[in-house]
């Protein structure tokens, strides 16, 4: 957009975009400014001059819709030639799938999400120039959940698993984890919401939950997910700049600020850690083309890269988050724990488990030489041995999960793995268990607010995941299949073990139909 | 003949996503649908906001429309994120290219001097009003229900944001940064805008999101684009010399023409679900209607003096037979 005034002076980016937003912008004076913004003051934190906000971008709409409706093109154009190609047929191998049904159902939804929280925080902030970002972001997430469910919509013609993703993730059981974590942000204050998600999430966690998913589509023949993720990589880039521009500016402001910002960011680093531990499982047992090991990604995004922003930060007064010696420690062991669960889960999940492969062990034995010959190993192959002669093992009985992050208690004490990590706190005259002391003490800081977390396992234990006019007291009653169906996974189709599965044999059909004349 | 280019056929298991075949049927679906439907949460949400404790982090209740269903709603458009982007692009390339005509010819210098001042008297502080409908328009997405309700709300917050950056280029064809400056002064303390203010800001306050659709979308929008953009400029300015500024603000005029389509859907949609929806559509579309009708009233006198009695009447009119239309008596 090149723009003259009519006296001919042309005007700088800077200039020009100050005219465009904040030259916009008035101070109320029909109703109090405090009626108009009512949420900018209850988190205790200190805005003197929202001008010293610096935009991160100066994107002007027409420019945005120029810009993005190129890459809308494009997209859907690729979608259109995968599905009519058969695309999904070049992926390395059928298992690869569970990894997207995992992205379709645990982190699409939460896309949406971050559109409504975005138009939140947008609608919240008084000041033009993080407004104007934060829609604009609301406006991105919309599109990321769009293309995500449009670029997926084939996989879940053919393929189990992907057919009711927004359903599932408010009913399932480990899809609570995803969702508590984005329900726990939207439901805080807007500059809370900004360090969680603009922030922590988006600037901090990004490398290790979205790249994850899209180096891995990229890694096995999924150019569908591929696509969509690089399609999403400029919009990203601007989500970053934004997280990192919103907790410099609340710092800049107020020395008070400070230690209400270190908490957030201890919290929403160990809530964002918690929720990857998905995403280890993921990169380290389900892609059957492996980008890196999790260790290596926790090493290389976080420590070092990670280690670089905080160095950054301590000039603010901001130290690294808390509990990163347990992190550290727990690298060895997150991503093992959490298939194991799955594995004994695996009748009661929308995706298929498996017990790995002898090649794929040894992978993962050269990746984790202090962990995994001696503690997962062995047990996987004890499984395994088990499957092969028919008794491949489900767990009936359901987890006792921790409060706030509302994974399973399966994670082991800092510095022994043979030991499973319990906390527990009393409050009001109940009990409340923890996975470690990250979750307790997250707790302990706003017990109001997780007391009231919706637990699956406790809720179907309280009768809350049948359909409706169950009666448990019926002769027969299967309280399984009654979650089952709660949750609309279909037996022997969704779920269960990937060796038999329907999916395993419809690929190897169509792969063949596709590559051969018989 | 036909080409019989071929593929290799696999007969799928499904056609659509679950949620799509529980309302439609197992058949193929569109992009609207599988975009839009169900995607908000409705049920077992872990915290209640802290901000707002009585309700779940989305309600029903936070409005007084009362739906069996909030996916009643349909936006006749069947904007989902890419439709919207790609339907904008191209009106912008329009816009784009109708500006630079403008400032290529110099079409500016045609205009009269009266008539260019009255054109500045009357757009300009109008950018304000659009960052108006910028807020209310997150205002409603975020705490609407449903995301066939509230999808089309971040739409309207970024194209009203949008309008005020055309209006701030409008602003700097017509003459330099110091226009806008004035602009803003007349908006801040003028007599003839501070009806049109404080509407405005009584939006900011409303919490019910679909009265703030009323008052923003149908009654203050519904009176003002056309009255401005078509009556005033398209008409008045045109037939004074002004076709310039009819071409340099035509973004406008079709914006209007088809967000207009959606929400009259909208309205009609919601009274027509019960007798108490109507009643308050009507309540909120007639006491807005009124008020945005007394604001615009000074605004219009400034560019088509004391014809400005004359336009809103008809205006009003045709806003009233529009409502009609759309299933609410006003």
């Known amino acids: ?518 | 003949m036909q080409m019989d280019l071929r593929t290799v056929s696999i007969q799928p298991l499904r056609q659509t996503f679950s949620n799509i075949a529980r309302r439609f049927g197992d058949k193929p679906a569109s992009r609207y649908q599988e975009g839009t439907y169900d995607f908000q949460s409705t049920v077992n949400f872990h915290y209640r906001p802290t901000w707002d404790p009585d309700h779940e982090i989305f309600d029903t209740a936070r409005t007084a429309i009362v739906m069996a269903d909030w996916y009643a709603f349909k936006d006749p458009r069947q904007f989902y994120y890419g439709a919207y982007t790609l339907a904008r692009a191209k009106q912008q390339e329009a816009a784009e290219a109708n500006l630079g005509f403008v400032e290529n010819h110099n079409l500016v210098a045609t205009l009269d001097a009266d008539l260019r001042q009255r054109a500045t008297d009357l757009l300009l502080p109008l950018r304000h009003v659009a960052w108006g409908g910028n807020l209310n328009g997150a205002s409603v997405c975020a705490y609407g229900y449903g995301t066939a309700f509230t999808q089309p709300f971040i739409f309207q917050a970024m194209d009203h944001l949008a309008i005020a950056q055309y209006l701030t280029r409008v602003g700097l064809l017509l003459g330099d940064e110091s226009l806008l400056d004035q602009a803003k002064a007349s908006w801040m303390n003028d007599d003839a805008w501070q009806g049109l203010r404080r509407y405005v800001e009584d939006t900011f306050v409303v919490k019910d999101p679909f009265e703030l659709f009323i008052a923003q979308d149908v009654a203050l929008d519904g009176l003002l684009y056309p009255l401005v953009f078509d009556a005033i400029v398209n008409d008045v300015f045109a037939s004074q010399g002004g076709t310039a500024i009819s071409l340099a603000t035509q973004f406008m005029t079709e914006w209007f023409k088809e967000t207009r389509r959606w929400a009259d859907a909208t309205i009609k949609t919601a009274a027509s679900e019960s007798a108490e929806n109507k009643a308050l559509i009507e309540k909120w579309a007639g006491h807005w209607r009124d008020r945005a009708a007394a604001a615009l009233r000074p605004v219009a006198q400034i560019a088509v003096g004391d014809q400005a009695d004359t336009l809103i009447a008809e205006q009003v009119e045709q806003f009233n037979a529009r409502l009609a239309k759309a299933g609410a008596q006003v």
């Open chain 1, 1 to 518: 957009m090149d723009m003259k005034t009519s006296s001919g002076k042309k005007l700088g980016l800077k200039e020009k975009y100050r005219h465009m937003t904040r030259g916009l912008d008035w101070e109320t004076s029909y109703q109090k400014r405090e009626d108009v913004h009512p949420l900018v003051e209850y988190e205790g934190i200190k805005i003197h001059d929202w001008d010293k906000w610096e935009d991160p971008f100066r994107l002007t709409m027409d420019a945005y819709w120029k810009y993005q409706s190129e890459k809308e093109r494009k997209l859907y154009a690729i979608i259109e030639a995968y599905a009519q190609n058969n695309g999904h047929l070049n992926v390395t191998d059928a298992r690869y799938l569970n990894a997207i049904k995992l992205f379709l159902t645990g982190i699409s939804p939460l896309e949406y999400m971050a559109h409504r929280g975005f138009a939140m925080a947008g609608r919240a902030f008084p000041g033009a120039g993080p407004r104007v970002a934060c829609l604009m972001q609301s406006l991105d997430e919309l599109r990321h959940a769009q293309t995500q469910i449009h670029s997926l919509s084939n996989y879940n013609k053919y393929y189990n698993g992907f057919h009711d993703p927004a359903h599932m993730l408010q009913r399932v059981w480990y899809l609570s984890v995803p969702r508590s974590f984005f329900d726990d942000a939207v439901t805080a204050g807007p500059f809370e919401f900004m360090v969680a998600i603009g922030f922590s999430f988006e600037y901090v966690l990004t490398n290790l939950l979205f790249v994850p998913f899209v180096s891995g589509a990229a890694y096995n023949g999924d150019m569908g997910t591929m696509t969509f993720g690089f399609s999403a990589q400029s919009d990203e880039a601007r989500h970053m700049t934004l997280g990192l521009e919103i907790i410099k500016f609340i710092l800049e402001q107020d020395p008070d600020n400070i230690p209400i910002v270190q908490r957030w960011i201890d919290k929403w680093t160990w809530r964002g850690y918690r929720v990857l531990t998905l995403v280890g499982m993921m990169m380290d047992y389900m892609l059957p083309k492996r980008i890196m090991s999790w260790k290596e990604a926790w090493e290389v995004y976080f420590e070092q890269n990670g280690g670089a922003l905080f160095k950054d930060l301590a000039r603010y007064g901001i130290r690294p988050p808390k509990w990163l010696d347990q992190i550290s420690f727990d690298k060895d062991h997150i991503s093992h724990q959490a298939w194991a669960t799955f594995y004994q889960y695996g009748a009661i999940a929308d995706f298929h488990t498996w017990s790995p492969t002898e090649d794929e062990l040894d992978w993962l034995s050269a990746k984790y030489p202090n962990s995994f010959d001696k503690y997962y190993r062995p047990r996987l192959k004890f499984w395994r041995e088990q499957a092969e002669q028919g008794n491949r093992f489900y767990n009936k009985t359901l987890p006792q999960l921790c409060q706030t992050c509302q994974i399973p208690m399966v994670f082991t004490e800092p510095g022994d793995p043979t030991k499973i990590c319990y906390r527990e706190v009393d409050y009001q005259g109940e009990k409340f268990h923890f996975c470690s002391d990250g979750c307790k003490e997250i707790f302990e800081n706003e017990p109001e607010k997780y007391k009231q977390s919706w637990l699956p396992a406790h809720q179907i234990y309280q009768g809350n995941c049948f359909p409706e006019g169950t009666d448990p007291t019926a002769e027969g009653f299967d309280p399984v299949s009654k979650v089952l169906e709660y949750y609309n996974i279909g037996f022997g189709q969704d779920n269960l073990d990937f060796e038999g599965s329907q999916d395993q044999k419809n690929f190897a059909k169509w792969r063949g139909m596709a590559t051969s004349n018989e």
